[in-house]
């Protein structure tokens, strides 16, 4: 079973404005490439003969007269339907109402970034090709340790050619630029600081810690899921999940009957996290499936953690403040540009 889940960062620094040096910080795990990929549009994002150079990809949108492409909306909702479908594998009600709403906002999405890279050349932002070099440079060492064979294999995986993957960082560093520009200067009272902690006390306390039971059967056979459900039934009607797990399970701590120590539940893997925080003590969970194995829970007992005192989390809860607020304000100023733009959806999507 996977314990830990992780997600890379980079921090390069990009000459965007003369005087001005911003840092930028982007996600760049390969899952969140899957979704990056859709920001790198055409081959000439800014080129104003976009269309004629792909006269068979409908414009579904045209945002103050530069369009955005069928191919490019249909590939942000694929994007986002297989990440989506991974995180709530196991919830189908839930995700239905998540690809609903991704597919119904993935257009406004993609407006918002062409509003976001006209407000940086309506400000005199420019990228240079040193810029971006530098950008794929650390993006490349953080990620890879340098290896640039390895991303570019990874990009392969996912059909993505070198060439668009720059575009792409591109565009993550001229919209991650613009945020930065409007969220600048934002400032906070300790007052502002206190009632944020306040009203977010949950957010102050160390993660939950959990003991649990898991019985996981390997997902080889035809008939894997059936054999899984079966024991699940009779562990339901009070089997003994030590006992079966012991006859049964196939994961690491069968020998000590399924039983896992106290675990944090940050330190537990996405879809295992989620479900064991939705199960009372004693509870058994449905069959879960993760990549080739199915998987029953069962939650023994919940350790809840105090409180942070506000001294000791002051830093963060001020960090905390600031990017809500600074959401706020790029919220805002989209509403203004938005406002102020010729937007025209063209037809159905």
């Keep these: 079973m996977r314990l830990t889940s992780f997600?890379?960062?980079?921090?390069?620094?990009?000459?965007?404005?003369?005087?001005?040096?911003?840092?930028?910080?982007?996600?760049?795990?390969?899952?969140?490439?899957?979704?990056?990929?859709?920001?790198?549009?055409?081959?000439?994002?800014?080129?104003?003969?976009?269309?004629?150079?792909?006269?068979?990809?409908?414009?579904?949108?045209?945002?103050?007269?530069?369009?955005?492409?069928?191919?490019?909306?249909?590939?942000?909702?694929?994007?986002?339907?297989?990440?989506?479908?991974?995180?709530?594998?196991?919830?189908?009600?839930?995700?239905?109402?998540?690809?609903?709403?991704?597919?119904?906002?993935?257009?406004?999405?993609?407006?918002?970034?062409?509003?976001?890279?006209?407000?940086?050349?309506?400000?005199?932002?420019?990228?240079?090709?040193e810029d971006i070099e530098e950008d794929v440079k650390l993006t490349t060492q953080e990620t890879f340790k340098g290896d640039r064979g390895a991303l570019i294999a990874q990009l392969n995986a996912i059909g993505m050619t070198f060439d668009k993957y720059r575009e792409m960082r591109e565009r993550?560093?001229?919209?991650?630029?613009?945020?930065?520009?409007?969220?600048?200067?934002?400032?906070?009272?300790?007052?502002?600081?206190?009632?944020?902690?306040?009203?977010?006390?949950?957010?102050?306390?160390d993660p939950e810690s959990v003991k649990f039971h898991t019985l996981t059967i390997f997902n080889t056979s035809a008939n894997a899921r059936a054999v899984t459900q079966i024991l699940r039934t009779r562990l339901v009607n009070g089997g003994d999940f030590a006992e079966l797990a012991r006859e049964n399970s196939q994961d690491s701590r069968a020998d000590d009957g399924g039983e896992w120590p106290w675990t944090r539940i940050s330190d537990i893997s996405d879809t295992v996290g989620k479900t064991i925080e939705k199960l009372k003590k004693g509870e058994v969970s449905e069959v879960l499936e993760q990549p080739g194995t199915f998987i029953i829970l069962r939650v023994d007992d919940v350790r809840e953690s105090d409180t942070k005192p506000f001294e000791s989390v002051k830093n963060a809860v001020r960090k905390s403040l600031l990017e809500e607020l600074g959401r706020e304000r790029v919220e805002k100023r989209l509403c203004r540009l938005r406002e102020a733009a010729d937007i025209q959806k063209l037809g159905p999507v």
């Design 172 to 205: 993550m560093i001229i919209v991650g630029a613009v945020r930065d520009r409007i969220v600048n200067n934002v400032e906070v009272t300790d007052e502002m600081v206190r009632e944020h902690y306040e009203k977010n006390l949950q957010r102050w306390r």
């Design 7 to 129: 997600m890379d960062h980079c921090s390069p620094k990009v000459n965007l404005w003369d005087g001005f040096r911003w840092r930028v910080r982007c996600a760049v795990s390969v899952a969140a490439v899957c979704l990056l990929m859709t920001l790198a549009g055409s081959v000439d994002a800014h080129a104003q003969d976009a269309a004629k150079e792909r006269p068979k990809d409908r414009v579904v949108a045209r945002v103050n007269g530069m369009p955005i492409f069928a191919s490019e909306l249909n590939a942000m909702i694929k994007a986002q339907d297989q990440m989506l479908r991974a995180q709530f594998a196991n919830d189908p009600a839930q995700l239905a109402k998540e690809r609903a709403d991704a597919k119904r906002n993935a257009l406004n999405r993609l407006i918002d970034f062409q509003l976001l890279e006209d407000e940086f050349f309506r400000l005199g932002g420019v990228v240079s090709k």
